[in-house]
């Protein structure tokens, strides 16, 4: 099945700095890759996602790359706000039938005003 | 957001006992999925369903129980417990033809066991 591998752990940046997360994953079959974001407490929630059509995508402040010959895709996080401080968490499926998304571990980020 | 609800939000139980956590949706999802919450392993899906009467494994099923009978109700039953189901469970669902399409999470339930 698939793995996929999410880096760093945790990550601390400075107010207005930019932060990225970065995955590998296993399948090469893999076409659907989420990024969602869970704050302390509370539920995780769609923030972006991309699938392998495309290389990148960009919705305000935030953009997900992908390269699908190494098999991997990152997050970016441009001017960081305190209000981004959450555990993101990475996925990845095959977009057919009853598969299923695969989440990496998820990384801390905290962001220091 | 409101629209998945889980309950109960927090739970302690003992070993043995066997425990149900509830999870209703209102909008007519056809997919629905249960996953376990641990420090250091993530989000790791235990069932799923496709839709009423339709259920299947997923990465870590051993312990657990589900069933629908109806599409909006996706019930998740620890026969029984184990202090290694001590987590946070989250039940999410996803309209869409694939099961990849984006998944709504319910507010989670915080399982203890003793």
């Known amino acids: 099945g698939e793995n996929v591998e999410q880096h760093p752990s945790t990550l601390s940046v400075q107010e207005g700095d930019s932060a990225v997360i970065k995955c590998t994953y296993s399948?090469?079959?893999?076409?659907?890759f989420p990024w969602y974001k869970q704050e302390l407490g509370k539920r995780p929630q769609l923030i972006i996602d991309?699938?392998?059509?495309?290389g990148e995508k960009k919705d305000q402040r935030i953009a997900v790359t992908l390269n699908k010959t190494a098999k991997h895709f990152s997050l970016h996080i441009t001017e960081t706000q305190p209000e981004d401080s959450a555990v993101y968490f990475c996925?990845?499926?095959?977009?057919?039938?009853?598969?299923?998304?695969?989440f990496g571990k998820g990384t801390m980020l905290l962001v220091s005003p | 957001d409101a629209g998945i609800t889980q309950s109960p939000r927090y739970k302690i139980t003992e070993t043995g006992r066997q425990v149900t956590l509830m999870c209703h949706q209102t909008?007519?999802?056809?997919?629905m999925f249960w996953y376990r919450q641990d420090l250091g392993h993530g989000l790791r899906l235990i069932y799923y369903?496709?839709?009423?009467?339709?259920?299947d494994k997923g990465e870590v099923p051993d312990g657990y129980v589900v069933s629908r009978s109806k599409t909006e109700n996706f019930p998740l039953t620890l026969e029984s417990a184990t202090r290694s189901q001590t987590s946070v469970y989250f039940c999410?669902?996803?309209?869409?033809?694939?099961?990849?399409?984006?998944?709504?999470f319910g507010p989670g339930t915080r399982l203890t066991v003793l």
């Open positions: 999410a669902s996803s309209d869409s033809a694939a099961s990849t399409d984006t998944q709504y």
């Open positions: 399948d090469s079959a893999s076409n659907y």
């Open positions: 991309i699938r392998s059509n495309v």
């Open positions: 996925a990845a499926s095959i977009n057919s039938g009853y598969s299923t998304l695969t």
């Open positions: 909008w007519s999802h056809s997919y």
């Open positions: 369903s496709a839709a009423a009467d339709i259920t």
